[in-house]
């Protein structure tokens, strides 16, 4: 016999309920997971589970707590590339009807981490040397700008704030973290820049090229060369140096970029 389960997100001020069979995920009013068993989509929910309950930020929508589990575990090779996602498994597993999900889907596609076939439906985008060229290249263009432009009027403020990250960085044993601080690195050095479209593009890109940091940092032994990197980007900007400062964050992305390639070359022999 099946026993209902039920599954609470604290997207309003009172909870919303759902009842659903094969699952069961507890929020409390704080969105906070208390209790999960995970036991469809070929075998991953259970580790989608531990995915949610690592997260302290309560997502404002259904669709938005779908996106930021499946983001993760996507960025953590939980879900790997080519791994399906069916809309009704998933709409059952997260207690929500198919719309939700379907636009998390969607969001997922714009990402680029998602994609979505007429017939095949909707599976983990694959990685690739295209994709990592592209992706590296695209950033480089972007954040290089960011950074010119930010450097000419860059806040104290900023500086400190990415010398903080910095240093929680270098203390940073969860390897999990170490994607998101990455980017809060990067985004403190061109906050200033004042090109908030920009901004949003650079955010876009991270959020696509995330599971790579991931990678480099992670299983690459490069943690170590990238915070020497990161120093000397900070260190160039403290000094207004913004010839230097763009030099390194361009040769930071060029050797992130070419050890990602060099990894992907040694797995597919």
């Not at 075998?43 to 690592?54: F, P, T, V």
């Not at 779908?66 to 059952?92: C, F, N, S, W, Y």
């Not at 490069?222 to 000397?232: K, P």
Request: aromatic share 6%; charged share 25%.
């Amino acid at each position: 016999m099946t026993t209902a389960s039920v599954i609470r997100f604290s997207i309003l001020p009172s909870p919303i309920v759902f009842s659903y069979t094969s699952i069961h995920i507890r929020f409390d009013v704080q969105g906070a997971l208390l209790h999960d068993v995970f036991h469809n989509l070929d075998g991953h929910m259970d580790r989608l589970a531990k995915i949610a309950e690592g997260r302290s930020v309560r997502p404002q929508t259904a669709a938005d707590g779908v996106t930021a589990i499946l983001r993760e575990a996507i960025a953590t090779g939980t879900l790997a590339p080519g791994a399906m996602l069916r809309q009704d498994e998933l709409a059952k597993n997260f207690g929500v009807s198919r719309m939700p999900v379907r636009d998390a889907l969607r969001y997922l596609e714009a990402e680029g981490l998602v994609a979505i076939h007429p017939t095949r439906g909707a599976v983990v985008a694959a990685m690739n040397a295209t994709d990592i060229s592209e992706l590296y290249a695209l950033r480089e263009l972007l954040e290089a700008e960011a950074l010119r432009l930010s450097i000419q009027k860059q806040n104290p403020d900023s500086l400190r704030l990415a010398a903080e990250v910095l240093e929680q960085l270098d203390r940073e044993n969860d390897v999990g973290r170490w994607g998101q601080l990455n980017r809060e690195f990067h985004l403190a050095l061109y906050r200033d820049c004042g090109n908030r479209r920009l901004l949003d593009l650079i955010e876009a890109q991270h959020t696509a090229s995330d599971r790579y940091v991931r990678i480099v940092l992670s299983n690459l032994d490069y943690r170590e060369r990238s915070q020497d990197e990161h120093r000397a980007m900070l260190l160039a900007c403290m000094q207004g140096d913004r010839v230097a400062a763009v030099g390194h964050l361009t040769g930071h992305f060029r050797d992130a970029s070419k050890a990602l390639l060099n990894y992907m070359a040694s797995r597919e022999r």
